[in-house]
């Protein structure tokens, strides 16, 4: 077993770069391109295919499709009335989302608001709730007669007081949150095979959920790598892209081996910080003036070396190819090497036997 | 060998004086040739800058077309010009330093903060790549080298960042108001793509900015990252304008005798032009505003001339009104210099022709014509051990013979009947004899697009009779070739390193497991699989005549032991080309195929059993090696041609016919989906539809009708599965994976189902519906392409269009993704391909950088990860 773990390694000197490159670019035309829910999937909406893994390796700031898998704590884990329970501490309410009708009286200042019964049942609210989330906003009067609530504004922030300004504010205390966490949208909950319930969000906001009681903390899952490193780390990020692009791969039905993946994802984020493979990240950080100019943006490297009197070292594979001369990866890392003396001895025997 | 190697380069710009170093010719004459077609002297053809007719003698090193490499020449601008692509270095440069006494805008205090990290930055660069720990010459004892593989990265992070802080400093500097060493205030610079500077809203002139430039001190420049021992600013202001020599712009002679002049030859002549008006106007004192507007016309001309699509410069055109291509087209873009001819190489020692299959040949093995054998040749190194052999070779007056003769000092001498017998006698130790390819050379063998490293593999040569390159149908799948008039290269490796690797690292053999995942990618496909499986099938079993004959064709001679009734089973016949050390077990659909110790015991092999998870081809490999492998596969597929050709399989149009009561039960399945699809509508109507979540209310059900539509074809796709036997050889062929599958059996025979456009069913068309044959919103699933009917029974013309409208759909995206896929793939070749596995197992780019500190976490070769896993 030992003897043949050895038989498995990775040749010393392997373009294992160019391979995983391939590994992923080759199979890419087989995948799909315009990203589909699945029909009748109805958890793990994400984007899928070629869209979803271009979005990953430009590096973009945020995703399309954010998502976050929240697990209740060990002992929860079956426990559905537990997960529920969850699910109203964390998802969103708006308050325009159990809004009967709103008026708004720009006369004194006002908005009258009811609320809807059967939505705020929906939601395990209460009148009284969604009163003392409101009587907590600064800058308004509330007073709150025969079901109908009435907010009025004190204080506003511009010296007059615009219809615009106040129509701002009125939509902004609609959009408010009433209930659950700011930012984390609608929360769904899914089953696992085994009958473990877990939380999908689809939002990327981890800071926002990780001190909430109830929620294992070692196993939130977000899809957004730039998310899951302010909060835990390059590491972490690093394995989340990695994830991400295998599970893209697979659920297209292709098999790729996680090295080629993790591979990408290294090359990602081995500088520290997250780049992206494209001319504003790895490849325009490259060492070598003409391995970026062959790329892209040829003149505006050539120019800027110049002004810099920078130093082509020529040690990666593009210049080399460029200038003729042998590349480092392959068999070309293979170096020989003599000491001077050996070499004294070996000319002393071939001119003896002469 | 090369004696002498390029070890960095270094770029920079040409000061003024340097280029009246460098120039061998003044040119004045805004014209090429005189009316005998004789260049000019001081034209832009003068023959000082070399020579491009044949027959003329370069005046300035006096070699011909071939020997002389040009000069450069020079053309004195009466008034300066900005350099445009330098421009916005200028801007930087201005704004960070002062417009009296020509400082950077830093007090000393800023300064003394940045300067440490300037002096490390200037350090870094100097000590950066060790190029003489690769050298032969000195080898390092292995202790000293991880210190070294460590300090690279850090200092290469170091410098990144520190420049790009630093870029930051000085472009703050834009704010500055007032100078700290003479107090001037700073007035507003503005800088108007793609030359032109205003100070407090007067147009600079360049003598101004190159003034203010000269005045900036070295040491104010290396705080901005500039060496000015290197690199002066003024320098990007041109004085002097170089004049390439004609070798890069070379003029051609048109079949009428009119001789048709270079781009750049235009757009020099246009400059030369100018600047001769120019000096003419200013000698004869003419007034400001039309010197002004000349000077405006030569900065054009110049502007043009470095780069023709400059944003904001109108297009300098030829007389044909085709764009000019200047300086910085020639570089730019997949046509460019960097990417067409640099990055791309062109090589002798290739050969191209269709190819054809031949099953005949082992799967390494590639069919070459004659006719290409006898035009490549590979060097033959003539030694003391060879020489007989290689003279023999060289007396011989037909194929296989010597074309060549290379002496020792490098004489080269084409070998003709003349001279056959006078050379073979005069060969000694150390020539070089040029032979054309022979059974058993190594080549590579290529078919573009070349996705992957397996696009290129190397096969030993068969000469063959024909025109074509005869390939292992096996073989056809790594390169993605089809036989429909593909056309396929080959190249020979020539030196002995490169044969060496070709033979023991790109032979086909070694590439049978593919890089990507570890899976076979040379197997067996279509008659091969049903060949095997008329073998091994239960009620296969021949008599002695036909076992024979099935084992002598992979020359075998003893036979295995017949039954009771004298006949042989397929399984044994099989049995004898499996290596006696396989054990394996594997499972596909209903059937369990085992072996032992090399022989079937249960089941029979189908295509998982062939090449799937833990297949025959994967055991093979990995226990018995890429031999082993390479003649197992060649091997079964001489069998399998045998074997079909005894007991063939055929389909025809009845196959696809179904009987009754399988119509019945489509029907049903169909009544069924349609009675769902009504149920989710009226709960849509009824408003009680569950909401799939961050969906609307129509677009669920919008979805669920699109998912309850479609799982009809899987429903009738089981039972098709359930009501049709193996004995339709249609389905034999789907269910052993040897053609076809039962999806498509399934569309054919019973029902093409739901159409999608867009991943939902097809929606555009009139108000509310598709066609104009139905009712606005119809309910009914055939007006949003549902089909009924499957390809036996037809489709009417409303199927025929909703079908149309799906496969234009999908054939348009299938052209897309093609081209973002490849663009995926050119950005990640190009971040990645840098990285090796060193010696210690980590990943290293070209920086020497750690990537990853052991490969893939564990080390293991990703090709032989499924064989690892199994043990």
Known sequence: ?354 | MQAEMISNIRFTTISPEMIKKMSVAKIIVPDTCNDEGYPIDGGLLDQRLGVIDPGLKCKTCGGRVKSCPGHFGHIELVRYTIHPEFAKAIYLLLDATCESCHRILLNQKQIDDIRPEIVEFVNAEDVLPDVSQMQPSSVQPAAQQPSNIQAAPEQQSKQSTDSRDKMAIIKKLKNVKKCPYCGTEQHKLKFERPTFFYMNGNKMKPDEIRDWLTKISNEDLALIGIDGTVTRPEWFIITDLLVPPVNIRPSITLESGERSEDDLTHKLLDIIRTNQRLEQDIDAGAPQIIIDDLWELLQYQVTTYFNNETPGVPVARHRSTRPLKTLAQRLKGKEGRLRYYLSGKRVNFSARTVVSPDNNISINEIGMPQKIAENLTIPLYVTKWNIETARGFMKRAEYPTITNYISKDGMKKRMSEINREELAAAIQPGDILERQLVDGDYVLFNRQPTLHRASIMAHRVRVLPGKTFRLHVCASEPYNADFDGDEMNVHVPQTIEAQAEARYLVDAEQQILSAKDGSPVIHATEDIITGVYMLTNDEAFFTKESATKLLSSVGITDLPKPNKNGMYKGTDIFSKIIPEEITIESKSGSNVLEIKNGKIIKGYVDKSAISGKGSLILEIFSTSGPRAARLFIDNMTKLAMVSTYMCGVTISLRDYYMPESVDKSRNDIISETVKNVNDIYTKYKEKKLELLPGYSRKKTYEVETFAMLDIAREKAERLLQKSISVDNNAMRMAVIGARGNIFSFVQTSMLLGQQAVSGSRPARGYTGRVLPYFPRNDKDPKSRGFIESGFVEGLDFIDYYMHAMGARYSSMNKSLTTAVSGYLYRRLSNAMQDFYVGDDGSVRDASNALVQTIYGGDGIDPIKEKMSKKK
């Open chain 1, 1 to 354: 077993m030992s003897e043949n773990k050895n038989n498995f390694r990775v040749a010393p000197g392997e373009a294992v770069g160019t391979i995983a490159a391939q590994s992923i670019g080759e199979p890419g035309t087989q995948m799909v391109l315009k990203a589909f829910h699945q029909a009748g999937v109805k958890s793990n909406l994400t984007v899928v295919g070629l869209p979803r893994i271009i979005e990953l390796v430009d590096a973009r700031k945020s995703p399309k499709e954010p998502l976050m898998r929240i697990w209740p704590q060990k002992s929860d884990l079956k426990k559905f009335e537990k997960v529920v329970e969850l699910k109203r501490k964390l998802e969103e309410v708006k308050l325009r989302d159990v809004l009967e009708k709103s008026e708004e009286n720009f006369k004194n200042a006002s908005m009258s608001i009811t609320l809807k019964k059967e939505k705020l049942e929906n939601y395990s609210l209460t009148e009284r709730e969604v009163y003392s989330r409101l009587s907590k906003l600064e800058g308004v009067e509330i007073s709150n007669e025969n079901h109908i609530i009435t907010i009025k504004i004190t204080k506003l922030r511009g010296v007059e007081r615009s219809i615009r300004d106040m129509r701002v504010r009125f939509i902004n205390i609609r959009n408010m949150a009433i209930s659950g966490i700011e930012g984390i949208g609608k929360v769904t909950i899914d089953q696992t095979e085994d009958g473990s319930f877990y939380l999908v969000a689809t939002s990327n906001n981890i800071s926002g959920i990780i001190d909430i009681d109830g929620i294992d903390k070692d196993r939130i899952y977000c899809n957004d790598p730039f998310e899951v490193m302010r909060v835990f780390g390059i590491e972490a990020a690093r394995n989340t892209i990695l994830r991400e692009l295998d599970d893209t791969i697979r659920t297209n039905g292709i098999t790729v081996s996680v090295r080629h993946s993790g591979m990408v994802a290294d090359t990602m984020t081995f500088y520290g910080n997250i780049k992206s493979i494209g001319r504003h990240g790895v490849i325009g950080s490259k060492n070598s003036v003409f391995a970026r100019a062959a790329y892209e943006e040829t003149v505006k490297h050539f120019i800027n070396a110049c002004v810099f009197g920078e130093t082509d070292p020529l040690s990666g594979v593009a210049e080399n190819i460029l200038i003729g001369k042998q590349i480092n990866v392959g068999t070309g890392v293979v170096r020989l090497g003599i000491k001077k003396e050996e070499l004294k001895k070996i000319s002393a025997k071939s001119s003896k036997k002469e």
